[in-house]
């Protein structure tokens, strides 16, 4: 017999003319809320249980497939991605060896230029510096010249003058 709510309404109803509300209460907590064919009853709930255990196992074993193959996958993944790196990092290297011959190749050509520039800025220096020098030299022999000429003139006319000197005493 199907049970719906005017009906247990009424139950309530009637049984509140015989009990008090508390008792009412009380008694119509203990009945269930529905027809029983909704009920479950232990071997329900007992089937019910390894269903769904079996789902869960099932569920849990796709599971671990799927993360066994996806690990698998990550590890194909990591070895190209680390092959692929490898590659790169000797094609930097190669390249970096090849920069690093053509600086010092630039650097060797550039410290020859420079000292050539210095080797030649020296020469014309030391040139600069003999020129002076014949010309210092020269100066200083004809100066040399000049001061012995007066100095030979100045001793000549201070010898004529004690001549005079001599000859005017005597």
Do not use: C, K, N
Not at 78 to 83: D, E, R
Not at 120 to 131: D, I, Y
């Amino acid at each position: 017999m199907a049970s719906d709510d005017r009906a247990r309404h009424d139950l309530y109803d009637d049984l509140g003319r015989v009990l008090s509300p508390e008792s009412v209460e009380t008694l119509m907590d203990h009945l269930p809320p529905a027809d029983w064919s909704d009920v479950a009853r232990p071997r329900d709930v007992e089937h019910l249980g390894a269903v769904l255990r079996s789902e869960i196992d099932q569920l849990a074993a796709e599971l671990r497939g799927e993360m066994a193959e996806l690990r698998g996958d990550l590890r194909v993944d990591m070895a190209h991605l680390a092959t692929e790196l490898r590659g790169e990092m000797a094609e930097l290297r190669t390249d970096l060896r090849g920069e690093m011959a053509e600086l010092r190749t630039d650097l060797r050509g550039e410290m020859a230029e420079l000292r050539s520039e210095l080797r030649g800025e020296m020469a014309e220096l030391r040139t600069e510096l003999r020129v002076a020098m014949a010309g210092l030299s020269t100066e200083f022999s004809h100066q040399l010249v000049v001061q012995t000429r007066w100095f030979v003139g100045a001793l000549t006319a201070m010898t004529g003058v004690l001549v005079g000197l001599v000859i005017a005493l005597r």
